[in-house]
């Protein structure tokens, strides 16, 4: 990264602390979200191996998909939006002010600050104390309010199929899990502005590992193995979809846990608070609301392709006899999604989302308290440079990665998933699925930043804006396409929605700050461009040279992922070095030298 794309040319340049902080902070949640990703991938692995892609693991997969719904609206989307910037800034004028903010690394001198006094009843700490307790609130309001729906549902239509009342059970058990969620999301926000991010990075950690437990430990009790008899292989993955919603639920206390030590070093304290509908609380809400309707728009396009997936797919009928038609105003007209849509759409999706929570998502998250200290400031100059970082390191990473993925696709998927419960023809499913969904990386790696820059500044009408317009365009572009490509064709309307969101936010991004500066990251984007052809060009080179592993056995798979990677990875980076993308030294600093800002 040059040193002419970091600061404008009438402002001082940024410290270095500030300037070049959320790298550093960057690369430990990726290390912790790296280890939690690999986790995940074990967890879907043995998911698939003994739940498979049927009717069981889509229901759960469905029901699962809700809370976490929930989590990225509330915990980490709306609320959280719009209550970092208002709580970096407090903190940040407290600490200016002489206030000691407890676990701050920036206390005054003790010269200027001989007496160090507590935050008064309208300070930053009690402001998060008053934001936790609000947030509760509607979480709980919203819990009891989705369990009276579900079982209201329910009661309404006897006659439902067994693969949706399955959902509507598992849903309900797992539905408190909103509240558990959303909390520990929101309050990893807390520790995130005091620059504690390692054990919200490492929170997911324990419910990766209680999935992987709670599924291994009980296929072995209930002797749940492949080549057992169908119909006793679903009602045991039934009853082991059950122990797992309920251990989801212990998980998520476990996850509130994790973050008490670092609450209670930030001077965090849990206790009632009756007068809550403070000002700086009212102004939140008032942020909140675009936000949590952007938010909700973009759930609400997650949740839509869930239901579809679920309302177009062939199953068996409440009498047992399959039901692959549906008619539509008097037309006959075929489901275009085959039975296990759901799951294996799940397991298409993670596989993308992989690098995304790796690096982007844990830049975009180590950047945001940065940005929102400085977007309100007079000079913009180091709140533009900062995001310039950010849109070029996001981009060095999520640009190949868009192209990697689709190139180990095949053997990656046939390496992790085919086998025990989930077949080649689901696999051969799941791996169409990817080659869509990897166009999307750099897309959805670019608006986390993007989205949080407006976030910063206060602006939460645009993002919602560009919330709508992407489901729109998602839902006019996947719909017809289902019936061409069936599944796949959910992945090609994220890939194509995305896509342009993300060229739009940057224009228009752009101009509301009166120019990023975007041209002096131009020239390297170009070499990163080049750089990836160099890499996929490289990478189709092994594939048709002597010696390249070909077969259809597990070990031919694990050879063929290794030698991609490893050529693919060498030659990018060589490509950068050659080329002289500094992003490559910001990144990965030489010993004894500090990056430069």
């Not at 809370?67 to 200016?96: C, D, H, M």
């Not at 799941?430 to 080659?435: K, P």
Request: glycine letters at 8%; hydrophobic letters at 50%; one cysteine or more.
């Amino acid at each position: 990264m040059s040193t002419e794309s970091i600061t404008e040319p009438d402002a001082a340049p940024a410290p270095q602390s500030e300037g070049k902080s959320f790298v550093r902070h960057a690369k430990l949640i990726g290390s912790l979200t790296l280890v939690s990703r690999i986790i995940g991938l074990a967890r879907e692995v043995v998911a698939g191996h003994y739940l498979g892609t049927g009717l069981v693991a889509s229901a759960f997969t469905v029901a699962f998909t809700i809370p976490n719904l929930f989590r990225k609206l509330f915990g980490e989307g709306a609320l959280s939006a719009a209550f970092i910037p208002l709580y970096a800034q407090a903190v940040k004028a407290e600490e200016g002010s002489g206030f000691r903010v407890p676990g701050s690394k920036q206390e005054r001198p003790a010269s200027l600050n001989p007496e160090p006094r507590t935050l008064n009843r309208t300070s930053a700490s009690d402001f998060a104390v008053a934001s936790v307790n609000l947030l509760c609130l509607i979480l709980l309001g919203l819990t009891i309010l989705g369990e009276f729906s579900l079982f209201l549902w329910a009661r309404l239509d006897p006659g439902m199929r067994p693969d949706r009342l399955l959902t509507f059970r598992l849903t309900a058990i797992m539905l408190p899990y909103v509240l558990l969620i959303c909390g520990t999301a929101f309050l990893g926000a807390i520790l995130q502005v005091h620059r504690r991010f390692a054990a919200p990075a490492a929170a997911p950690i324990l419910l990766n590992v209680c999935h992987i437990v709670v599924v291994f430990v009980g296929a072995r009790i209930l002797h749940l193995r492949h080549g057992t008899d169908p119909a006793l292989v679903v009602g045991l993955q039934t009853r082991l979809a059950y122990w797992l919603a309920v251990f989801v639920l212990v998980a998520g206390v476990l996850q509130l846990c994790v973050l008490l030590p670092g609450l209670r070093a930030v001077g965090f304290r849990f206790r009632p608070v009756l007068h809550f509908w403070t000002p700086t609380v009212r102004k939140m809400l008032r942020l909140t609301l675009p936000v949590a309707l952007g938010a909700g728009v973009l759930q609400l396009s997650v949740l839509l392709d869930k239901a579809l997936s679920v309302a177009l797919m062939a199953g068996p009928g409440r009498d047992g006899k399959w039901i692959d038609h549906f008619t539509f105003f008097g037309h006959v007209v075929r489901y275009p999604m085959e039975l296990g849509a759901p799951a294996r759409l799940n397991v298409a999706q993670f596989l993308y989302q992989f690098p995304l929570g790796v690096f982007a998502i844990a830049l975009a998250t180590a950047i945001f308290p940065g940005l929102s200290a400085d977007a309100l400031d007079h000079d913009k100059g180091r709140f533009k440079g900062v995001l310039r970082d950010g849109i070029e390191a996001t981009l060095w990473e999520s640009i190949p990665a868009s192209l990697g993925l689709i190139l180990v696709r095949v053997p990656a998927v046939r390496l992790l998933f085919l086998h025990g419960q989930i077949g080649p023809h689901d696999a051969d499913l799941i791996s169409q699925s990817v080659l869509y969904y990897s166009g999307a990386i750099w897309a959805f790696s670019l608006l986390q930043i993007l989205n949080r820059a407006y976030y910063a500044m206060h602006d939460t009408l645009t993002p919602l804006l560009m919330s709508v317009l992407n489901i729109m365009l998602n839902l006019v572009i996947e719909i017809p396409l289902l019936w061409w490509l069936g599944e796949a064709g959910m992945a090609v309307g994220t890939l194509a929605s995305f896509a342009i969101q993300a060229v739009l936010t940057v224009w228009l991004l752009d101009r509301r700050v009166g120019g990023l500066g975007l041209g002096r990251i131009a020239v390297p984007v170009v070499k990163m461009c080049f750089a990836t052809a160099v890499m996929g060009g490289a990478c189709i080179v092994v594939q048709h040279a002597p010696g390249y592993p070909h077969g259809a056995t597990r070990l031919t798979w694990l050879l063929q992922v290794i030698v991609l990677m490893t050529v693919g990875a060498a030659t990018y980076f060589a490509a950068c070095a050659v080329l002289g993308v500094q992003t490559l030294q910001q990144l990965f600093p030489r010993p004894g030298r500090k990056p430069g800002v």
